[in-house]
């Protein structure tokens, strides 16, 4: 059982006194959401894989202005909530290789739980995406439509199709990915707007 020096519900209250919209913590808890099933299909630790996924984004709200210091201000704000070195080099693992921040830009994700976060907080915008065109229904998503807009990378096209595929270094092909994201959004479809 891994440290986690906080609660849900106090993330929660950390992310809303940062300031963050509700477009902002749907996305949060959607990868949250999504993290919670990768960790119990491979019998890892739900609360903190979900923590993780709760809090990848920890900074972003102080730092979507400036791109290039994304993942860094996490760092001071993680470490203040009592968390240590080893998560918060998890949460910025999900923005190594990215172009726009270039302290991270030589990093590469190596292993399993690396994999999870970046492919499941990157597959949210999709699957979102694809439910406001279904007149925000996702009960009935399956993942032969998801896949259809997966391949048009005209659709949804801020999403890189690239990190999602990362999700099949773990084992997982790319179908029983997307069955997950699904299963896990639509359990919290009341919480982020959908139906």
């Known amino acids: 059982m891994s440290f986690i020096p906080i609660n849900r519900e106090e993330a929660i209250s950390y992310l809303r006194e940062l300031g963050n919209t509700d ?3 749907n996305h949060y808890i959607e990868t949250e959401a999504i993290m919670k099933k990768l960790a119990n299909y491979f019998s890892e630790d739900e609360d903190y894989w979900g923590m993780l996924g709760l ?3 920890i900074d972003w709200v ?3 202005n400036r791109i290039q210091e994304h993942s860094l201000i996490a760092k001071d704000l993680l470490s203040r909530l009592g968390f240590d070195n080893k998560f918060i ?3 910025q693992s999900h923005v190594y290789s990215n172009e726009t921040i270039p ?4 990093k590469k994700r190596t292993n399993r739980i690396e994999f999870c976060l970046a492919s499941s907080e990157t597959i949210t915008g999709l699957i979102y995406a694809y439910s ?3 007149n925000k229904n996702i ?3 399956e993942v032969k439509g998801l896949k259809k807009k997966f391949k048009d990378k005209t659709f949804a096209e801020n999403c890189n199709r690239k990190i999602i595929e990362e999700i099949e270094k773990t084992g997982i092909s790319l179908d ?3 069955q997950i994201a699904i299963d896990s959004l639509r359990e919290i479809k009341d919480e982020i707007g959908l139906n």
């Not at 302290?103 to 030589?106: P, S, Y």
């Open 139 to 141: 009960s009935t998503m």
């Open 23 to 25: 477009i902002e913590m």
């Open 55 to 57: 809090l990848h984004d």
């Open 176 to 178: 029983l990915f997307f």
């Open 103 to 106: 302290k991270f830009l030589d």
């Open 89 to 91: 080099s998890l949460v």
């Open 62 to 64: 102080l730092t979507k």
């Open 132 to 134: 406001l065109m279904r």
